[in-house]
């Protein structure tokens, strides 16, 4: 509950500085270099939803999830200006409401390296609830080669490995810096995460 409060207050706040207002940069550099050809999407941690109306224009069929139901109402409104249908959920990834069947592309902006610190065990189980063989993930977290606060919480390259690596194998593992906010003038070192699901798992 203290976490829903948190963010709440924070949409509330509009205390948001993770939110450019811009789809990802790295998540349309990976669409475009890995070929990911539209299919059933889920956004984790979707905020605002911008990245979420984002792959729905390029014929994407979304599902976004967010702990805030206040940054699920933005995510409605901005989905509904740009003509685009995405189900949206307000709802928390370690305790996940039923979405369908599993997903075949998977997007995390930020959302593994907050929950990973509450508990990962129960974050990794979502993750093998909601996808299913063969489905790629990109997810981008903090580096912990440049720590900062603050900025987003960072990881390790070693407990990356080891955490996602229970669920994916690794495609690459790849530096790139969080896209600038208006809010916050600097672009965070981060990791961009390129995943896939093995067949038999």
């Keep these: 509950m203290a976490e ?6 924070r949409y509330r706040k ?5 939110d450019t207002g811009h789809p990802s940069t790295e998540l349309q550099r990976v669409v475009r270099e890995e070929g990911v050809k539209p299919c059933r999407a889920i956004e984790l941690g979707c905020g ?3 990245n979420a109306v984002w792959l729905a224009q390029q014929g994407f069929d ?34 996940p409401p039923e979405l ?4 075949d592309f998977l997007f995390d902006r930020g959302c593994y390296h907050v929950v990973r610190r509450i508990d990962v065990q129960r974050f990794l189980q979502t993750l093998a609830k909601i996808t299913q063989p063969g489905t790629r993930g990109l997810l981008l977290t903090g580096n912990a080669k440049e ?5 987003p919480p960072v990881v390790q390259e070693t407990e990356l490995r080891a955490e996602l690596g229970r ?3 690794i495609v690459w593992l790849r530096e790139f810096r969080f896209d600038q906010s208006d809010q916050i003038g600097v672009r965070f070192l981060g990791w961009s995460c390129f995943a896939e699901r093995p067949n038999g798992s």
């Design 100 to 103: 369908r069947d599993p997903f």
């Design 4 to 9: 829903l409060e948190h963010w709440e207050e």
């Design 14 to 18: 509009g205390e948001t500085p993770w």
């Design 147 to 151: 720590p900062h606060d603050p900025g």
């Design 48 to 50: 605002s939803g911008t």
């Design 167 to 169: 669920i994916f194998n």
């Design 62 to 95: 979304v599902t976004a999830v967010d702990l805030s139901s206040l940054a699920i109402g933005q995510a409605r409104a901005r989905a509904a200006q740009a003509g685009v249908s995405v189900h949206f959920v307000a709802g928390d990834l370690l305790d």
